[in-house]
């Protein structure tokens, strides 16, 4: 059995993840930080069309959690699946903002930072000795990242770095085997940011070649697929899941 942890699981592209893995037959860890009713829905979900998830309380700008944490995937892996090492790690969780630069906060930026960047880094770091041979990490990063949009500089910033660091994830554990690679959306109609209203989904729409804004679940089958033997030669790659945005 290939079990993955999905964090911020409860919602957008991460539920839409954990339940797209369900249903190739993985067992899923998600992550939630306080909307613990979401988390239980996504499970029940899983659980009424078969699969196996479990929820954790989870919050990635705090490393002092990850030890515990790290702790509670341990007893999962061995209570629910009857494993001992985990199949995969997706570093997703993370909450937008919309400001000019020259208004951004300290304390914002130190937010954005602990979450998209310092987060992913040192929960591989801690999760890696239950991660087995032939693993796979999943990086979200963002299309922000290759086309600058005013008003979102430290989140492209931080997701730029975790692009890169998603390299050096490649190269320092192929010893290994385990794979990494970095998915990076386009506009996707979540929750990020406060949402897409009518007006600002048709000019993301009309500036995407394929004429509309992206679902969760394009980015999901995404990701499951580089989790699974499907992408297995599939390594040290940033991956655009954004339907031809500003081409």
Known sequence: MSVIVITGGSRGIGASTAEHCAR???GVILTYKSNADAAAAVVQRIESSGGKAVALELDVADVSQFGRFRDAVRHNLDSLWGVATLAGLVNNAGHGLFIPLEAVTEAQFDGLLS?????????????LPLMGEGASIVNLTSATTRV????VAPYAAFKGGLEVLTRYMA?????RRIR???????????ELG?????????????????????EPQDVARVIAMLLSEEGSWINAQSIEVAGGYFI
């Open 24 to 26: 190739l037959g993985m």
């Open 115 to 127: 979450v998209h960047l310092k987060g992913p880094f040192f929960l591989t770091q801690t999760l």
């Open 148 to 151: 600058a949009t005013a008003g």
């Open 171 to 175: 190269k320092e554990f192929a010893d």
């Open 180 to 190: 990494a690679n970095a998915v990076s959306p386009g506009a996707i109609r979540t």
């Open 194 to 214: 406060g949402g897409l209203n009518d007006e600002f989904e048709a000019l993301l729409a009309s500036q995407t070649a394929l004429g509309r804004v992206g």
